[in-house]
């Protein structure tokens, strides 16, 4: 079977199988073999990553496409690549961790979670603004995609030291964040106080708690509204009172959790937990 094809109708050739009864098909098979907590992710999100990855496979349509998942697990993982999106980089919305620069404490020991952590920049962001800082910091990073833990862990990327050079507000950043052929690789003293796990932030508040800060950032904006509420009840589980949350900046607290935190910046999104 061909495995690339330019068709932009969504692999829809086959009027039958276009309809809501072909893609429940595919959902069902994900969230019976490949991942149960398919269901908490917007419909429209879901669809057009199933209907990428059916254009790419050449598939005459949904049902095409569940036999291929069946049988290829080649396929299987590509879905699952597609279907988590790893877009991050190294102090991403760079007034986020300006503001968090200036609130976090200037000394002591700080523990955090980065939840969502895709290929862990965000996790040893955070590492090095608190070396920086001079507060020591151990930082656990979470993600639901097996592969992009295994990238965090490495610590070794493909990224430009641009990335880096931005960061105003930490002056020694590219001292710990090396270049190294053509690579940035993350100095083995902040990896020593990074530690990834693979985990789903639908169930997180059982596993992890008692910290200060907890990122949970442009995660949620791919999870149905109403099946928010497990992470909102995870990430707030997770932190120690007094701790900070912070949320991706197109992301906000729910009205029921509103009376859990105070504010500390509403436009950066970062909240203290009462
Ligand atoms: C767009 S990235 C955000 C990365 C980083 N937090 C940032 O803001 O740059 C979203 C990440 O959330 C992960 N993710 C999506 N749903 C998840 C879930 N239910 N539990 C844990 N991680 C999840 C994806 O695998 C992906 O790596």
């Given at each position: 079977?061909?495995?690339?094809?330019?068709?932009?109708?969504?692999?829809?050739?086959?009027?039958k199988?276009?309809?809501?009864?072909?893609?429940?098909q595919?959902?069902?098979?994900?969230?019976?073999?490949?991942?149960?907590?398919?269901?908490?992710?917007?419909?429209?999100?879901?669809?057009?990553?199933?209907?990428?990855?059916i254009?790419?496979?050449d598939c005459?349509?949904?049902?095409?496409?569940?036999?291929?998942?069946?049988?290829?697990?080649?396929?299987?993982?590509d879905?699952?690549?597609?279907?988590?999106i790893?877009?991050?980089?190294?102090?991403?919305?760079?007034?986020?961790?300006?503001?968090?620069?200036?609130?976090?404490?200037?000394?002591?020991?700080?523990?955090?979670?980065?939840?969502?952590?895709a290929?862990?920049?965000?996790?040893?962001?955070?590492?090095?603004?608190c070396a920086?800082k001079?507060?020591?910091?151990?930082?656990t990073?979470?993600?639901?995609?097996?592969?992009a833990?295994e990238?965090?862990?490495?610590?070794?990327?493909?990224a430009?030291i641009?990335?880096?050079?931005?960061?105003?507000?930490?002056?020694d950043?590219?001292?710990?964040v090396?270049?190294?052929?053509?690579?940035?690789?993350?100095?083995?003293?902040?990896?020593?106080?990074?530690?990834?796990?693979?985990?789903?932030?639908?169930?997180v508040?059982?596993l992890?708690?008692?910290?200060?800060?907890?990122?949970?950032?442009?995660?949620?904006?791919?999870?149905?509204?109403d099946?928010?509420?497990?992470?909102?009840?995870?990430?707030?589980?997770?932190?120690?009172?007094?701790?900070?949350?912070?949320?991706?900046?197109?992301?906000?607290?729910?009205s029921?959790y509103?009376?859990?935190?105070t504010?500390v910046?509403g436009?950066?999104?970062i909240y203290?937990?009462?």
């Amino acid at each position: 079977m061909t495995r690339t094809n330019d068709r932009k109708d969504g692999g829809r050739r086959d009027g039958k199988q276009n309809g809501d009864d072909g893609f429940e098909q595919v959902l069902n098979y994900v969230r019976d073999e490949m991942e149960p907590h398919i269901d908490g992710y917007t419909r429209s999100y879901l669809r057009r990553r199933v209907d990428s990855r059916i254009r790419r496979a050449d598939c005459e349509g949904y049902e095409d496409y569940v036999e291929l998942l069946r049988d290829d697990a080649d396929e299987r993982r590509d879905l699952m690549d597609a279907f988590w999106i790893n877009v991050t980089r190294f102090f991403r919305n760079p007034d986020v961790w300006e503001r968090l620069y200036e609130t976090l404490p200037d000394e002591g020991s700080l523990r955090a979670a980065s939840v969502g952590c895709a290929d862990g920049s965000e996790a040893y962001s955070l590492a090095v603004l608190c070396a920086s800082k001079g507060v020591d910091v151990s930082v656990t990073g979470i993600d639901a995609d097996p592969r992009a833990v295994e990238v965090a862990r490495e610590g070794t990327y493909d990224a430009d030291i641009d990335e880096l050079e931005t960061v105003s507000f930490v002056d020694d950043a590219t001292e710990y964040v090396v270049e190294k052929d053509d690579c940035l690789e993350v100095d083995r003293e902040i990896r020593r106080n990074v530690d990834f796990v693979q985990g789903n932030a639908m169930d997180v508040s059982n596993l992890f708690r008692g910290y200060d800060l907890v990122l949970c950032r442009n995660l949620l904006i791919y999870v149905r509204a109403d099946r928010r509420e497990p992470i909102f009840e995870g990430v707030t589980g997770m932190l120690d009172d007094g701790g900070l949350l912070v949320l991706g900046k197109t992301e906000s607290l729910p009205s029921d959790y509103r009376q859990k935190y105070t504010t500390v910046d509403g436009r950066l999104r970062i909240y203290r937990k009462k």
